[in-house]
């Protein structure tokens, strides 16, 4: 089965720090990868995704991953973050299982950033 | 706003008991997923219909059932409640982007059992 890892439970910056949260997945074969942003009592809202093409995907708000195949890595990066960034952050992969697939996620890492 | 509904949006109940999610899917979606977050066990998928039927399985206890309905509306029913149970339940909708499938998330249902 499909699984995630997240390496960082809970990550503090200041802001205007540079930002890496780590993502790595189980599957070798060809996956669709995710990030997602929960800010706090809110719905969960889709940053950037990678199908195919360019291993580094440009997402909303300035964030960006890189795809790493030969690491089974998806990396969230943002050069400079701001207070509004603090939020919990999850990684997806899909899972083609049954109809239109589902997303299998990590655990999430919570980013608070000190203004 | 999303666009996918979830109600209520709190819900404290005592162990034992029943209760029902009820999720209302993006206008047009026929698909509806189910997860459970916790602290312990992060997001979880539940399950997902499309359509009005049952189509994948995920981590659901037995004591957990869903439906989706002729209006594509889907209730979750969680029975014998533990004290584990609490968490957040989210709904999410899919839709064909063009390219591949994208999901939309409801803001979710706090379950807490006491």
């Known amino acids: 089965a499909q699984s995630v890892s997240q390496h960082n439970h809970h990550v503090i910056l200041s802001e205007a720090a540079s930002l890496e949260l780590g993502c790595n997945y189980s599957y070798g074969g060809t996956v669709n990868l995710f990030w997602y942003v929960q800010y706090p009592g809110q719905h969960l809202q889709l940053l950037l995704k990678?199908?195919?093409?360019?291993?580094l995907v440009k997402g909303i708000k300035g964030f960006e991953a890189e795809f790493i195949k030969s690491k089974f890595s998806f990396n969230l990066r943002k050069p400079s973050v701001q207070w509004s960034d603090t939020a919990e952050y999850f990684c997806?992969?899909?899972?083609?299982?049954?109809?239109?697939?589902?997303?299998?996620f990590g655990k999430g890492t919570k980013l608070s950033v000190k203004p | 706003d999303s666009g996918v509904t979830q109600t209520p949006k709190h819900l404290i109940t005592a162990t034992g008991q029943r209760v029902t999610l009820r999720c209302s899917p993006r206008s047009g979606d026929l698909s509806v997923y189910w997860y459970q977050q916790s602290l312990d066990q992060g997001l979880q998928f539940l399950i997902q219909y499309y359509n009005g039927e049952e189509r994948a399985k995920g981590n659901i206890l037995e004591r957990f059932s869903a439906q989706q309905f002729p209006d594509l509306h889907s209730e979750l029913n969680l029975s014998s409640l533990e004290l584990g149970d609490s968490a957040l339940y989210f709904c999410?909708?899919?839709?064909?982007?063009?390219?591949?499938?994208?999901?939309?998330f409801g803001s979710g249902t706090r379950l807490t059992v006491v």
């Open positions: 999410a909708s899919s839709s064909w982007t063009g390219v591949d499938y994208g999901y939309t």
């Open positions: 997806a992969v899909k899972n083609y299982g049954g109809s239109q697939g589902n997303l299998i």
């Open positions: 990678y199908f195919s093409g360019d291993p």
